[in-house]
């Protein structure tokens, strides 16, 4: 298993350009997850998803779309970038085990918008 | 709101010494995990507890739900293990839910 590709690692956007982050796994996962993480602060969720054609907002939604067409893969798209999303982005997928949950990270993707 | 918070933000240590990082939250939980994350690198899941305690080689975490605390120890620690810790919790909601709430982080430069 291959768990968790994002992609790109990096990339720099221009203001208004708009981009995919890629994200896929392998391990038939039902739950997957977008975050922020900005320094000095937690981690914080964009947008998830509870199973293929289901997706939520999370706590920090605005300017980014997801879809979940397959189980596998979990896009993350802005629409129209700017400087407040430079950030480093995590996507994760989780399946449930006695006693709770277990998550899989990606190696995250570092963007900086210009 | 659920608030996780974790101390210290920073802690320097030399190897083999003995280290603790504390992890506290608001709500009531049904899980918590602990994670590691290198400088520049992704994130790794250490540990999920929903009580008592688990071991995995010199790592140690613990968690006392009637406090809503827990701890991450590590014994014995190295350089290799300088990376942020982190702590997030699973809210209990009662029904299905993967969201999870993350504290800041503890920044561990072991030196050696």
């Known amino acids: 298993n291959a768990g968790v590709t994002q992609t790109p690692k990096f990339q720099v956007l221009k203001t208004g350009q708009s981009m995919t982050l890629q994200c896929a796994q392998d391990?038939?996962?039902?739950?997957m997850s977008w975050y922020r993480q900005d320094p000095g602060m937690g981690l914080r969720l964009i947008h998830y998803s509870v199973g293929a054609g289901i997706t939520d907002q999370g706590e920090v939604p605005n300017g980014y779309n997801v879809s979940r067409s397959t189980t596998e893969d979990f896009p993350l798209r802005l629409l129209s970038a700017a400087p407040s999303q430079t950030s480093v982005y995590f996507c994760a997928s989780s399946y449930w085990v006695l006693g709770g949950t277990e998550a899989f990270f990606g190696q995250g993707t570092r963007l900086t918008v210009v | 709101k659920n608030e996780v918070e974790q101390s210290p933000q920073n802690l320097t240590a030399q190897e083999g010494e003995f280290i603790t990082i504390n992890c506290s939250y608001s709500?009531?939980?049904?899980?918590l995990h602990w994670l590691q994350q290198h400088p520049g690198g992704g994130i790794v899941s250490l540990f999920m507890l929903s009580s008592g305690k688990k071991k995995h080689g010199r790592l140690i975490a613990t968690i006392n739900i009637q406090e809503k605390h827990s701890s991450l120890h590590i014994t014995a620690s190295h350089p290799r293990d300088s990376a942020v810790y982190i702590c997030?919790?699973?809210?209990?909601?009662?029904?299905?839910?993967?969201?999870?709430?993350f504290g800041k982080g503890t920044l561990l430069t072991v030196n050696p």
């Open positions: 709500v009531g939980i049904s899980a």
């Open positions: 997030a919790v699973r809210q209990n909601s009662g029904g299905s839910n993967y969201k999870l709430t």
């Open positions: 391990m038939n996962h039902e739950y």
